[in-house]
């Protein structure tokens, strides 16, 4: 099993930065890619982000690319997600999820993820 908890949602302005953890737990977390997820109310689970083992390249979705950063340190457990530049569509719950065998692109893809946290909510006025 794997569990997985976010943390540093918050309220922000728009161009204002905020920085998501996703600390998670389980002897193999490890190995497994650590993908981020936003869903607002009334719209589809979207893909954020995603990052492999520690050197692993990091993908991101196209609205974010250029503004958000996902790293990772394996030896804390940890994955970030750096949130710069944020604007009102930025507004939702984000997700971390944990996959073992995904590979791009389908770690796109959020059925393919095996465990997810309960959320942190990112709010960005306008």
């Known amino acids: 099993q794997v569990q997985l908890v976010e943390s540093g949602g918050g309220l922000v302005e728009t161009g204002g930065s905020l920085s998501l953890s996703c600390t998670a737990s389980g002897r193999t977390v490890w190995t497994y890619t650590i993908g981020w997820f936003r869903q607002a109310p009334g719209k589809e689970r979207e893909f954020v982000a995603a990052?492999?083992?520690?050197?692993?390249?990091?993908y991101y979705g196209d609205s974010v690319e250029g503004r958000f950063t996902i790293s990772r340190d394996d030896a804390s457990n940890r994955v970030y997600l750096q949130m710069n530049s944020l604007k009102p569509e930025d507004t939702a719950v984000y997700l971390c999820?944990?996959?073992?065998?995904?590979?791009?692109?389908?770690?796109?893809?959020?059925?393919?993820?095996?465990?997810w946290g309960q959320g942190t909510q990112v709010t960005v006025s306008s």
């Open positions: 990052i492999g083992r520690s050197g692993g390249t990091p």
């Open positions: 999820a944990a996959d073992k065998f995904g590979t791009w692109p389908l770690l796109r893809r959020k059925d393919v993820y095996d465990y």
